[in-house]
């Protein structure tokens, strides 16, 4: 600071009015004209910049995506790179996670060097001075942490610790005692005497080492006092060998912004000025009706409401006084929003060139409410108040103006008078310090621990050149942090692929046959949820079949249910519906159900009026009154939340519509719409939709009596993310309606005839029910069991009777995860527990959704069916046999579950592997939001993703594809769909195919598949799952589940352990 | 055993389980052997069932007999006679703490259950449950406090406990900075209170309640002040009471405390702590039946309150900050009403709103799936603008309380920059004439610390 009270003067001074501002235009007089030819290129660069904005919507529907899609066209790693340069954040695991995964088995030594090997490819080999290879020398930097910190720390560490006086614990004996053994070779011959006269640097280097050791013993000193002087000694060769070296060429932090620059600068941050009042704006301008009173002028846009909020006011803030002359003046001069915000990026001194880099920047300063403007504006037609046309670009010139004389401020409190604004940066930059300097103890350091791990002794090292050196440290330096991280990711990838497809291999052998004729066949979503029920229910009844297709089991519609209020998507987010179902009472129970409507609406808008009024002067008064009252549910609700749950259903039953309900499914007229007549499919659409989903089941033929399809959801309570845990092929809804409307198109016999017609004979035995599973609670509901045949009865009971103790025993297998969940509870108890969970306001973590997701099976269930999958594979059917030779069929599959499988699985990665930053953070603090989304505590950015205890038990891998088809299909198939290609070629996922007719497995990579070779052919082999994953919390590895007598050619099953289980 | 001996147990435990609870959890970890998860539920169960059990015996034996007024006295924490100081520990039972006291116990119980549940795995699950152990105590002390030195220790053990719980997730910026505000507005409350003690022990000689307003239970009894005196010591503490309750111009911080997790918020700011302000102008009530003007700055300072937070809680657009000012409304009334010379009728009121927006903040994550319920019975989307009123007001002035509402009544911007910014000022004003000196003296580098370069400057390897 140049002068000493020139802050103080400041800060006074600032007051006064006469001081002129160089944020407001009334000196500086640029003109219009100077600016307006940038406005027409704006809306583009905002909207290029906008990609980099997260892309979810409202919380209400969630719709998992890939977290990085800005980057999608670069191949993953560089991707990283690119997300990690852009938002700050974190690319891969931390090392120290690395290892304790590499500590319990999660990654093997052998992992690491097969993939170090890989990645080095021929440069392993090469040779780093005298002192080993390039592969050794990575190898020891990743099986060992080198510590490291800043500059005081190491020094602090080096005089403080025992660093100096004993061998780090890691190092092996022996190589302890040979960098002890040529060091005392070298001291007594070289060192002492003669030797040192002769070399001045010796000297150098040894002055004062024997005096401190008291060298005139040295012929009786113990081994503990020659460790202490070889680390004392390979200290000082180290750092006398870093000493001078260059510093390696950084990427300087890109600083567009001016922000950035002055808070680097020594400067106030204004972020959090400008954020405070855009937080707030932001969340009642897209209100979607929590707060009592709209925005003033919210339709006329973002700009005009924050001008007429503005324009007359009287700031009290230092910062925002001059913002009513400011937008008085902008607005005498006739500039709109897009002019403004030229005349901003004028006065900021940005020039055309650097405008897309700063606007990405400062939108990216509060980019959760910017992404959600940009996705209320662009893609939320069917929210209550979407936002206009334009938001965003208006958002940000509000924000550059905000900022401007932030900056302004900020700048005169730094002790920066008299320059304009567009200098600032300019000028900032000269003063922020450059740290481009190379830190000798921090060098020195590296290589210091390196040489104990690796058992170089001093003398060795002091033998190395100058250039040797620089060699020396270029190679440590160039395998960095992210580097490491990098290695051991893709060995953790390569740890679990390599398990999953040697378990595929051995157990596409021994896999039970499918029942010739099958009592009833089960039709779930491909959710890797439903992966243990299915393989549950096949325990239970062997004679059973089970099938997967994507959760909207291809009835895509809008859907309003008797007591639903509006129509709602239900189908993939990609797919805009075309068609409207909505869901009747039965006649005979219409008069009931009208009163019972009346009863709930008057219930809804007094529980309504309560909730709002509750909040007000004279309502709050009142409810004071009743306040006492609240104590009831508050403690039961929290005490003993089950029952209280099965109370309030009870209750509700009585204003619930009446349990006869029936589909208003077939349309009579033209086109779709949401009037009656207009609502549904007709027959020939519905055949349509049954003969696809019925060849992509490969589903043909060998019908059962029965045939269930079960869509599926979650309920949970205090969890604004609950859209989340629903099924992601009906756009976070529940798929129950579109399994009920399946099985009442499949039904009927119109539209058997004309399926017959596409070659699928459907039985007039066989009849379709449809179901809803909710994975949260476990409980499976029938849909239309009033429609059943009395012929299908006793099937029916059959198959629940089975499908009951399957829920049971998927219950069980779920609350292995849970860490309040006893092992020794029953499936009974497993399930009453789950119920309680769902129906828990305390409860953070109603289920784990889609967390440990790792694999996506496509392909026939014969060779998988009886495999252990841990709930983390997705299970797709498909029938290589049943496809034509362009593989309509598969391409069909793959181009909706390879993006929505990648989409979960990316979205998983990146909120695990940050979840501060690329997830929402813990949930505890989240503070829902204008009905969109949630923030943390009462102001702060809008946060997207998913939350840490969503994924707190997560393996961060790209998802593995096994696919039944040949190596060349596929190929084929990557050459035709742009979006499957990008994933694959990017190695955004990970790709095998299994060859239908001989098992053999080819593995992608680097373009092209290969024949994978199997690593080991055991695969342990149990009874039942129970016997598997009993008592254990953590992940289990594979294991083949074939009841006695039932396996082909297998071996007896053992008691094998699964990896790292306890006997 | 006699009804005195029953008494005097039952007291002891009131008191007892928190203090021995936190002992327990604090000794542990600084032992370096922290309880697991399931021994601290454990503990923090058993010593609010005995507590709350021991509240509610009390209040059956008292019914019993017809007493109103129970004190227990624990003496002198610390007496030194040359200095004419002591630190007198008493607690009574009446008409007042009982009821504080029960809700007490029973919202922290409540939520206790609930954190335990919903803090699972998190990191900072002990140092939650800490924290909640003091808070606790700081509660029971507060409601049951016979002096006005027993009032201010339990008044300043919830000061500690809600400022270091909103701060909870220390690793980020903003919940620390608004943690740090709301300590200091807990101190400028603090001041104002120790100095209102210290004035009543000068003016009567000790603190006691009961000696100061005469021998009648509350809410009866007279202070044996002046009623010059009364309006001064009174001033101050209604000055120490709008600190801690959030009224005006402190009200900024309510919103802040939301930073913690749900049931902290919930609980502490929401229900109880809010209320403590009440409950010191509760006690002190025969102060305020003194001085009309007094009671008169009571009721504007409380109407005022709840009217600011009326129009406020219209505008906001996040459940947390909505339910913020909704409570902060009803405070202000349960304030004007003590100022009115209504006793009953606040502390009523008090145990109503408590429970009720409890249970309003523990549910706000739930927000929207209650609407998603609402729509569907209602069979529309829900009314957006609820609000009777606005229609007939000017649209100038509907602007003009818009604004109002939206920038929260200036009152965190008029504090930051007439109060916060020339005390920061001067002593930056002072730091540089140090620097300036020291410079001077030592004729040359003023300072060592100026050359330490920020840790973050350096990249790691």
Redesign the interface.
């Known amino acids: 600071m140049a002068e000493p009270f020139s802050s103080f003067r400041i800060l006074c001074e600032k007051r006064s009015p006469h001081v002129s501002d160089s944020a407001t235009l009334a000196s500086n007089g640029t003109d219009v004209g100077s600016f307006a030819g940038r406005v027409p290129t704006l809306p583009q660069a905002i909207e290029h910049a906008a990609h980099l904005l997260p892309s979810q919507g409202p919380i209400t529907s969630f719709v998992h995506h890939n977290t990085l899609h800005a980057f999608e066209e670069l191949p993953f790693h560089a991707a990283l790179e690119a997300g990690s340069a852009t938002y700050g954040s974190q690319p891969y695991l931390a090392e120290d996670q690395y290892r304790r995964e590499l500590a319990r088995g999660r990654i093997l030594p052998q992992d690491l060097s097969a993939i170090l090997i890989e990645d080095l490819g021929d440069d392993a080999d090469a040779l780093i001075g005298c002192l080993g290879t390039r592969y050794q020398l990575r190898l020891a930097m990743l099986q060992h942490p080198l510590r490291s910190g800043t500059d005081a720390e190491m020094r602090w560490f080096i005089a403080e610790t025992s660093a100096l006086w004993r061998f780090k614990d890691e190092v092996r004996p022996e190589l302890q005692a040979r960098a002890v053994g040529k060091t005392q070779h070298w001291v007594m011959r070289d060192l002492r005497g003669n030797g040192v006269a002769a070399d001045p640097r010796l000297e150098r280097l040894a002055a004062g080492l024997f005096e401190q050791f008291q060298a005139d013993r040295i012929e009786h000193w113990n081994p503990e006092k020659w460790a202490g002087f070889t680390l004392h000694l390979l200290w000082r060769v180290c750092r006398s060998g870093v000493h001078g070296l260059a510093a390696n060429p950084r990427h300087d932090v890109r600083r567009a912004r001016h922000r950035d620059l002055l808070l680097a600068a020594g400067g106030p941050d204004i972020d959090p000025w400008v954020n405070k009042i855009l937080i707030r704006f932001c969340g009642c301008f897209l209100d979607q009706g929590f707060a009592a009173w709209t925005l003033p002028h919210r339709n006329e846009g973002f700009w005009r409401a924050f001008a007429e909020l503005y324009r007359q006011s009287s700031p009290i803030r230092g910062w925002m006084r001059n913002l009513p002359a400011e937008l008085r003046r902008i607005e005498a001069a006739g500039l709109s929003p897009l002019e403004s915000l030229a005349e901003s990026l004028a006065l900021l001194g940005v020039p055309e060139h650097e405008t897309e880099e700063f606007v990405a920047q400062t939108l990216l300063a509060l980019g959760g409410w910017a992404g959600m403007l940009w996705q209320m504006e662009t893609n939320a037609e069917w929210t209550v108040h979407p936002a206009p046309a334009g938001s965003l670009c208006e958002y940000l010139a509000v924000r550059l103006l905000l900022e401007r004389l932030a900056l302004a401020h900020g700048m005169a409190e730094l002790g920066l008078t008299g320059i304009e604004l567009a200098e600032l940066r300019a000028r900032l930059r000269s003063k922020v310090h450059h740290g481009q300097r190379a830190s000798v103890d921090r060098r020195a350091f590296a290589v210091f621990q390196l040489a104990q791990f690796r058992g170089w002794s001093p003398a060795e090292l002091w033998r190395l050149s100058k250039a040797e050196w620089a060699t020396l440290v270029h190679e440590i330096e160039e395998f960095s942090g992210v580097q490491r991280r990098r290695v051991y990711h893709l060995a953790f990838e390569r740890h679990y692929r390599n398990q999953a497809l040697d378990a595929v291999a051995a157990h596409v052998r021994r896999a039970p046959a499918p029942p010739v004729e099958p009592i009833f066949q089960f039709i779930t979503c491909i959710d890797e949820r439903e992966e243990s029920f299915r393989r549950h229910l096949e325990e239970v009844e062997p004679a059973c079949e089970t099938f997967a297709a994507a959760g909207f089991f291809g009835v895509a519609m809008y859907y309003q249910g008797a007591a639903d209020a509006n129509f709602v998507p239900l189908c993939p987010v990609i797919v805009k519906p075309r068609h409207y179902v909505v869901e009747e009472v039965v006649y005979s129970l219409q008069d009931s159900h009208r009163r019972r409507a009346e009863t709930r609406r008057v219930l809804g808008r007094a529980s309504h009026r309560f909730h709002t009024e509750s909040r007000t002067f004279f309502g709050g008064l009142l409810a004071a009154v009743v306040g006492p009252l609240a104590s009831f549910p508050l403690v039961t609700r929290v005490l003993f939340p089950r029952l209280t749950s099965r109370l309030a259903q009870s209750f509700g039953r009585f204003v619930q519509p009446p349990p006869i309900t029936r589909l208003d499914l077939e349309r009579t007229a033209d086109p779709p719409g949401p009037e009656p007549g207009h609502r549904g499919y007709s027959v020939p659409e519905m055949a349509e939709i049954v003969a696809r989903i019925l060849r992509d089941l490969g589903l043909t033929a060998r019908f059962s009596r029965l045939v269930i399809v079960a869509g599926h959801g979650s309920s949970s309570l205090n969890n604004p993310h609950e859209s989340a845990y629903n099924c992601g092929a009906c756009s976070g809804g529940r798929g129950g309606p579109n399994a009920r409307a399946f099985a009442h198109m499949a039904n009927d016999s119109r539209v058997r005839a004309l399926v017959r017609q596409a070659g699928i004979e459907i039985p007039a035995t066989t009849h379709f029910l449809g179901a809803f599973h909710n994975t949260c609670d476990d409980s499976l509901a029938f849909h239309d069991l009033d429609r059943l045949p009395l012929s299908h009865q006793e099937d029916f009971r059959k198959a629940s009777a089975a499908l009951d103790e399957a829920r049971g025993r998927n219950a069980h297998e779920r609350c292995r995860r849970f860490e309040s969940a006893d092992f020794r509870l029953s499936p009974a108890g497993a399930l009453r527990h789950v119920e309680t969970r769902a129906e828990d306001l305390s409860q953070a973590r109603p289920e784990y959704n889609h967390a440990t997701n790792a694999l996506c099976l496509v392909g026939r269930r014969a060779w998988s069916r009886g495999l252990f999958l841990d709930r983390r594979a997705f299970l797709t059917s498909y029938d290589p046999r049943q496809d034509d030779a362009e593989q309509t069929v598969l391409l069909r599959i793959l181009q909706a579950a390879i993006p929505v499988c990648a989409g979960i699985s990316l979205e998983y990665y990146f909120s695990r592997v940050d979840t501060d930053r690329l997830g929402c953070g813990s949930k505890l603090p989240h503070n829902i939001t204008s009905l969109l989304g949630v923030m943390e505590g009462a102001a702060s950015d809008l946060r997207p993703g998913l939350s840490q205890q969503m994924v707190e038990i997560h393996e961060p891998l790209r998802i593995l594809f096994v696919i039944e088809t040949s190596p060349a299909a596929m190929a084929s198939i990557l050459e035709r769909h742009e979006v499957i290609r990008r994933l694959v070629r990017n190695e955004w996922v990970q790709l095998a195919v299994i060859d239908p007719e001989t098992p053999r497995l080819h593995w992608y990579r680097d373009g092209q598949f290969e024949p994978y070779q199997v690593d080991s052919v055991e695969l342990p082999l149990v009874r039942r799952s129970v016997d598997w994953y009993r008592g254990w919390r953590d992940h289990l590895g594979f294991a083949s589940i074939v009841p006695a007598g039932d396996a082909r050619g297998a071996p007896a099953p053992d008691g094998t352990s699964p990896p790292g289980a306890p006997r | 055993m006699t009804y005195e001996t029953i008494v005097a147990l039952l007291g002891y435990c009131v008191i007892l389980c928190p203090a021995v609870l936190l002992a327990l959890l604090g000794l542990a970890q600084l032992a370096g052997r922290p309880l697991s998860e399931r021994s601290t539920a454990q503990a923090t169960e058993a010593a609010v069932l005995l507590g709350l059990t021991a509240a509610i015996g009390m209040l059956a034996l008292m019914l019993m007999r017809g007493t109103r007024y129970v004190p227990i006295e624990f003496g002198n924490l610390v007496f030194i006679p040359e200095q004419h100081f002591h630190f007198h520990l008493k607690l009574i039972f009446d008409r007042l703490s009982v009821p504080f006291l029960i809700l007490s116990y ?1 919202l922290v119980g ?2 206790g ?10 990191q900072g699950y002990r140092r939650f449950f800490l924290f909640y152990a003091i808070f606790l105590l700081g509660m029971v002390v507060a409601s049951l406090a016979g002096t006005i030195e027993t009032l201010f220790l339990g008044w300043e053990l919830v000061g500690l406990s809600s400022a270091l719980l909103v701060a ?2 220390h690793e ?1 910026a ?2 620390v900075v ?1 943690g740090q505000r709301i300590w200091s507005v807990y101190r400028v409350a603090d001041a104002a209170f120790l100095i209102a003690a210290v004035a009543l022990h000068h003016a009567t000689g000790e603190g006691d309640f009961a000696g100061l307003m005469g021998t009648g239970p509350w809410p009866g009894g007279h202070a044996a002040l002046s009623s010059q005196q009364a309006l001064g010591i009174g001033l101050l503490l209604v000055a120490a009471a709008a600190g801690k309750s959030g009224l005006i111009p402190f009200s900024g911080w309510l ?2 405390a ?6 902290s918020s919930a609980v502490f700011y929401g229900a109880l702590s809010v209320h403590l302000g009440a409950l010191l102008l509760l006690r002190v009530s025969p102060i305020l039946d003194l001085s009309l003007t007094l009671s008169a700055v009571v009721v504007v300072l409380g109407l005022a309150t ?2 600011f937070a ?1 129009l406020t ?14 409570s902060l ?2 405070v202000g ?1 349960i304030t004007a009403e003590i100022g009115l010379g209504l006793r009953y009728i606040p502390l ?2 008090i ?10 903040l ?26 009777p009123w ?1 229609r007939w007001l000017p ?1 100038r002035m ?2 003009w309380l ?2 109002f ?2 920038e929260r009544g ?1 009152f965190d ?2 504090l ?2 007439y109060v916060i ?1 020339p005390f920061v ?1 001067l002593f ?2 002072c730091d ?2 140090e ?2 000196w020291t410079t001077l003296l030592s004729g040359g580098k003023g300072r060592e610390s100026d050359q ?2 920020a ?1 973050h ?5």
């Not at chain 2, 809680?313 to 909704?326: F, G, N, P, T």
């Not at chain 2, 145990?351 to 309003?360: F, K, N, P, Y």
């Not at chain 2, 523990?362 to 609000?387: K, Q, S, V």
């Open positions: 029973a409540t939520v259950a609930f954190a335990n549940r919903y803090l699972h795995r998190e909870y997730f980020r903003a919940p608004n919103p802040r939301m930073e913690g997790p749900t049931p709840a009217l009326a809680v219209r505008v906001q657009a996040d459940v947390k900050s909505a339910l913020a000012y909704a409304t009803q009334l009523i009121h145990i109503g709103h408590a429970c009720l927006r409890t249970l309003q523990l549910r706000a994550p739930t927000l929207l799936r209650d609407y998603h319920r609402l729509e569907n019975a209602i069979g529309a989307h829900l009314p957006g603008e609820h609000d606005g649209p509907r602007e818009y604004r509402s939206f200036y911007a008029w930051d920059e910014r000022a930056r004003w540089a004439a620097r300036r330490v370069i840790a400057e350096e990249e790691p390897l």
